[in-house]
């Protein structure tokens, strides 16, 4: 069954620093997503994409976040200058046409920021 | 606003006794309502979705508007659906799903 790819798992950068976090969706799909989950709090939405631009951002995704579909299979999260609180599992889902078709979630990508 | 609300944080049922793990929402529109779960060392995955309205692993979970519940059922536990449990909530025209703290459910010998 087809998943949804994250690299890498683990992320440890020094605050101030950017980091990139990688996706592979599922090759057919055309929404993607990424969520993330500080420790022994809630998955937060962060950002829906859809044909080629944002279709929903949330209060958390500020200028110092974006995302990008450069290449046709990548998606890419990309923090400016990441802080201490930015530290949490960033998960990548992505789902294909029509309403009712399921999110696909990656195993996630858990950055640290020192 | 809206949100999500898994009461319990930990339930531990033993094998073969019922379980039902608790979700209330708060949303004045129409909802579309998940289960998700994640088992240990895996990724989150869609149990179950209040309009498909169908029993997955033995599992079901009913949509009531009058409680604003969305409860997750199961007659008869086993070892195997001991992982951690999600509520979420879509609202009316949206992408994002709103999700629940999470129960982490244990099953007993």
């Known amino acids: 069954e087809p998943e949804v790819t994250q690299t890498p798992s683990h992320q440890v950068t020094q605050m101030g620093q950017e980091v990139i976090l990688r996706c592979v969706p599922i090759?057919?799909?055309?929404?993607f997503y990424w969520y993330r989950q500080i420790l022994g709090q809630k998955v937060e939405f962060l950002v829906s994409f859809y044909n080629n631009e944002i279709s929903e951002k949330s209060e958390i995704f500020d200028d110092q976040f974006s995302v990008e579909r450069p290449d046709g299979s990548n998606f890419t999260l990309k923090i400016r200058s990441t802080k201490l609180e930015d530290s949490a599992m960033y998960f990548c889902a992505s789902r294909g046409q029509g309403r009712n078709s399921p999110l696909h979630f990656g195993n996630g990508t858990r950055l640290t920021v020192t | 606003a809206q949100r999500v609300t898994q009461p319990e944080k930990l339930l531990s049922v033993f094998k073969g006794a019922p379980v039902e793990l608790k979700c209330n929402y708060s949303y004045s529109g129409s909802p579309e309502l998940f289960w998700y779960v994640q088992y240990s060392r895996q990724r989150l995955q869609l149990l179950l979705r209040h309009i498909s309205r169908e029993s997955i692993k033995g599992f079901t979970a009913d949509l009531n508007k009058g409680e604003t519940s969305f409860h997750l059922k199961k007659p008869f536990a086993q070892e195997e659906d001991s992982a951690m449990y999600y509520c979420?909530?879509?609202?009316?025209?949206?992408?994002?799903?709103?999700f629940g703290q999470g129960t982490r459910l244990t099953i007993n010998p």
């Open positions: 979420a909530l879509r609202l009316q025209g949206a992408q994002k799903l709103v």
């Open positions: 090759s057919n799909h055309l929404y």
